[in-house]
């Protein structure tokens, strides 16, 4: 089992450029979650996903958008990039939504110029 | 909504010595309490976590104490060792949001010196 599996690990991107990173998890979880962290902020959730079909705003959604593909995947796009968004971004997913634990992935280390 | 607050930011210790972090959260709602441990350059991973109906629980080297009324945790580490260097989060769920996200504090970097 791989658990969770970001795509790329690491990206360079120019103010104004869109992408999309890539988040699948093989663990058959009903959650998923997206998260940006800086130094000294801890993990601050930008969007999760309840359950297939379901996306929701967590407490930084503001410039980017989220698709829950299919129950394995989820995916987070910056559709014009700032660089306040240069942050590491973590994928996450647990079982259900309610008092479990989340498995992290890699991480995704974002840099915009 | 939930605030989670950790204390210390950095932690020092000698090899052997004990460890202790401790974070605070404002829901009373709240009624899981994780704890990660994440690496220089890697995932944040779970190392153990604690539901409100439990006062305390110990993993080896590792507990985690739960105190309702005051509504705080902490994480104690025995025996440390150079591995156990690392960044500690702390996190709240609460079962009063409408979903019973995890609330993050901010971390504790803990140096373990040889």
Redesign the interface.
């Known amino acids: 089992n791989a658990g969770v599996t970001q795509t790329p690990k690491f990206q360079v991107l120019k103010t104004g450029q869109s992408m999309t990173l890539q988040c699948a998890q093989d663990m058959n979880h009903n959650s998923m979650?997206w998260y940006r962290q800086d130094p000294?902020?801890?993990?601050?959730?930008i969007y999760?996903s309840?359950s297939e079909g379901t996306t929701?705003k967590?407490e930084v959604p503001n410039g980017y958008n989220v698709s829950r593909l299919n129950k394995r995947e989820f995916s987070l796009r910056l559709e014009s990039a700032a660089p306040s968004q240069t942050s590491v971004y973590?994928c996450a997913s647990s079982e259900v939504?309610?008092?479990?634990?989340?498995?992290?992935?890699?991480?995704t280390r974002l840099s915009i110029l | 909504g939930e605030n989670v607050e950790q204390h210390p930011s950095t932690l020092s210790v000698q090899e052997g010595d004990s460890a202790v972090i401790k974070c605070t959260y404002s829901d009373s709602a709240s009624n899981y309490f994780p704890w990660y441990k994440q690496e220089l350059g890697k995932r944040p991973q779970l190392i153990i976590d604690i539901r409100s109906n439990v006062g305390e629980k110990k993993d080896q080297r590792i507990a985690v104490t739960l105190n309702k009324t005051a509504k705080h945790f902490s994480l104690h580490i025995t025996e440390t060792q150079p591995e156990d260097s690392a960044v500690y989060f702390c996190a709240a769920s609460t079962r009063g949001s409408t979903l019973g996200r995890l609330y993050f504090g901010r971390g504790t970097q803990l140096t373990v010196w040889p």
Not at chain 1, 40 to 45: E, N, Q, S, T
Not at chain 1, 97 to 107: A, E, K, N
Request: proline share 4%; no cysteine.
């Open positions: 979650y000294g902020m801890g993990l601050r959730l999760y309840a929701d967590g973590f939504l309610r008092i479990q634990p989340q498995h992290f992935g890699d991480g």
